[in-house]
């Protein structure tokens, strides 16, 4: 190990707590060693925590009072957590109109560590504005889990990262922390330009490690093996932000030589909820900072089944989330589930997309974006293809084809592979298009649904919800 990441460890972060009013480094430490903590200790932890921020927002969140009075009993969803049973779940939507009152009275009250306050303001796609607020305590605890998860997945401390698509920072003193952090942004849209800037970083600046939206990884690996480029020295490789489909995996490795590490989070929000380790199999929860639970049909959903991510904050006093629902649909892991790394936290099987990107069939089947790229990557004379689902039992499937398409062959395959996986309960109908519009985040969506009301969805979604964009990073730039 070369004498920087000893430095960073030991004295740079330490340090950089002090002008930021924050424990990035002790919550690090932490983490470091809770992660070999046996099951019930950390759930022992996570109870305590949660008993904590609960007790706290009844007694001083004005906001919360009044929905856990008067929210609907469609919201109160069953929870195998005591504490949070029958709580409302909470929307994008209800904070969105409550934002008067946030932050919390009192929220850093108790240490002198609290009393920073981070705003993050996102953008929806269709510009409707929402503001998150959080506290100096969350925001050590994301970036000490981000620590956490990167090692996971290769990085030290210290040696210098180059990531693509997160926010850029722009404030002079947090560019002297990208100095510290040896940190390299880049806005990456996959043009020529942009393709030679990164491998010039990588190469010049000696970038050992990669981070990325899954799309852009691929999109970058993908222009490496057309010129023949080869892996200037990365060693590890990150992915978040949208679904890393096996296709991309295979490729971004193979180009690399480089095993890629996947991990789930929202820098709007700010929270990291899942992560895989080195073993790249199931996802890791982080019981010390939040409860994820999976949510369907408003009750948890059994293992195997998918449901959506609903999280509960257990470290931001400022504007805590409490059984906020995601939007996004994860699966479920088996009973008795284990991860061969010896780590003990609760385990998912995989994020697997946005709610309205699921097809849910009338027998309650669903369908997710990777159900179909498998069908469909095995057919031939398929340039593009788009699902879409208006009604409970019908899909659109939207092909744009090629000279070799084989219409009956694939009219055939897909109905008959659809109507098995949803026990002949959801028809197909077909649509030829020279071109398939993309969306207005500028992304072509493989899968749209329509349905309003589905099992997975604790909320009717809202328009801007049904434009695909990737998680928003920004807290990363905070
Ligand atoms: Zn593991």
Same mark, same amino acid.
């Given at each position: 190990?070369?004498l920087y +990441?000893?430095l960073f460890?030991?004295?740079?972060l330490?340090?950089l707590?002090?002008?930021?009013?924050t424990?990035?480094?002790?919550h690090h430490?932490?983490l470091?060693a809770s992660?070999?903590?046996?099951?019930d200790?950390?759930?022992?932890?996570q109870?305590?925590k949660l008993?904590?921020?609960?007790?706290?927002s009844?007694?001083?969140?004005?906001?919360? @009072?009044?929905?856990w009075?008067n929210?609907p009993?469609d919201?109160?969803?069953a929870?195998?957590?005591p504490a949070?049973?029958?709580?409302?779940?909470v929307?994008?939507?209800?904070l969105?109109?409550?934002?008067?009152?946030?932050?919390?009275?009192?929220?850093?009250r108790?240490? +002198?560590?609290?009393?920073r306050?981070v705003?993050?303001k996102t953008s929806?796609?269709?510009?409707?504005p929402?503001?998150f607020?959080?506290?100096?305590?969350?925001?050590?605890w994301?970036?000490?889990l981000r620590?956490r998860?990167? @090692?996971?997945?290769?990085?030290v401390?210290?040696e210098p990262?180059?990531?693509?698509?997160l926010?850029?920072?722009t404030?002079l003193?947090k $560019?002297?922390q990208?100095?510290?952090? !040896?940190?390299?942004?880049?806005g990456f849209?996959?043009?020529?330009g942009?393709?030679?800037?990164?491998?010039?970083d990588l190469?010049n600046k000696g970038?050992?490690?990669l981070?990325g939206y899954a799309?852009?990884?691929?999109?970058?690996? @993908?222009?490496?093996a057309?010129r023949?480029?080869?892996?200037?020295?990365?060693r590890?490789?990150?992915?978040?932000?949208d679904?890393?489909l096996?296709?991309?995996? $295979?490729?971004i490795?193979?180009?690399?030589?480089?095993?890629?590490?996947?991990?789930?989070?929202?820098g709007?929000e700010?929270f990291h909820?899942a992560s895989?380790?080195?073993? $790249?199999?199931?996802y890791?929860l982080?019981p010390e900072?939040a409860?994820? =639970?999976?949510?369907?049909?408003?009750r948890?959903?059994r293992?195997?089944e998918?449901g959506?991510?609903?999280?509960?904050?257990?470290d931001n006093r400022?504007?805590p989330?409490?059984?906020?629902?995601t939007?996004?649909?994860a699966?479920?892991?088996?009973a008795?589930?284990?991860? +061969?790394?010896?780590?003990h936290m609760?385990?998912?099987?995989?994020?697997?997309?946005?709610?309205p990107?699921i097809?849910?069939?009338?027998?309650?089947?669903?369908l997710?974006?990777?159900?179909f790229?498998?069908?469909?990557?095995y057919l031939?004379?398929?340039?593009?293809?788009? #699902?879409?689902?208006?009604?409970?039992?019908?899909?659109?499937? !939207? #092909?744009?084809?090629r000279?070799?398409y084989r219409?009956?062959?694939? =009219?055939?395959k897909?109905?008959?592979?659809?109507? =098995?996986?949803?026990?002949?309960t959801?028809?197909v109908?077909? =649509?030829?298009?020279?071109? #398939?519009p993309?969306?207005?985040?500028?992304?072509? !969506?493989?899968?749209?649904?329509n349905?309003?009301?589905t099992?997975?969805s604790?909320?009717?979604p809202?328009?801007?919800?049904l434009?695909?964009?990737?998680h928003?990073?920004?807290?990363d730039g905070a």
């Open positions: 190990m070369s +990441p000893k460890r030991h004295l740079i330490p340090t707590d002090l002008p930021n009013r424990r990035v480094a002790h430490r932490f470091e992660q070999w903590w046996q099951a200790r950390l759930l022992e932890l109870r305590s008993d904590t921020i609960l007790d706290f009844r007694r001083s969140a004005v906001f919360y @009072q009044d929905h009075r929210a009993e919201r109160r969803a929870s195998e957590h949070l049973d029958g709580l409302p779940v929307t994008k939507d209800d969105r109109g409550a934002l008067k009152h946030f932050p919390v009275a009192g929220w850093h108790g240490s +002198p560590f609290k009393k306050l705003t993050v929806g796609s269709t510009g409707v929402m503001t607020l959080r506290s100096g305590e969350q925001e050590a994301f970036w000490a620590l998860m990167w @090692q996971w997945g290769g990085y401390p210290g990262y180059l990531t693509l698509n926010n850029a920072r404030k003193v $560019r002297f990208d100095v510290l952090f !040896r940190c390299s942004y880049h849209n996959a043009n020529r942009d393709v030679d800037a990164v491998l010039r190469e970038v050992r490690h981070v799309t852009s990884l691929y999109l970058l690996s @993908q222009a490496m057309e023949r480029i080869a892996n200037p020295g990365v590890s490789i990150l992915s978040t932000g679904s890393l096996p296709t991309y995996r $295979r490729l490795e193979d180009v690399f030589g480089v095993r890629v590490v996947d991990y789930y989070g929202a709007g700010g909820l895989q380790c080195e073993e $790249r199999g199931l890791h982080h900072n409860v994820v =639970e999976l949510l369907r049909d408003g948890p959903a293992p195997g998918l959506e991510i609903v999280v509960t904050q257990l400022a504007m989330l409490l059984r906020y629902a939007q996004d649909v699966l479920a892991a088996a008795g589930a284990s991860c +061969p790394c010896g780590r609760p385990l998912i099987e995989g994020v697997q997309g946005r709610v990107d097809v849910m069939a009338p027998d309650g089947s669903a997710v974006v990777h159900f790229t498998i069908l469909f990557e031939s004379g398929i340039e593009q293809f788009q #699902i879409e689902q208006n009604v409970a039992d019908r899909i659109v499937a !939207r #092909i744009v084809r000279p070799d219409q009956q062959d694939v =009219e055939t897909v109905r008959h592979d659809v109507g =098995e996986a949803t026990h002949g959801l028809a109908d077909f =649509e030829y298009l020279d071109h #398939i993309t969306a207005a985040s500028n992304k072509r !969506r493989l899968v749209i649904s349905l309003r009301d099992p997975l604790v909320s009717a809202q328009e801007e919800r434009i695909e964009t990737p928003a990073l920004a807290g």
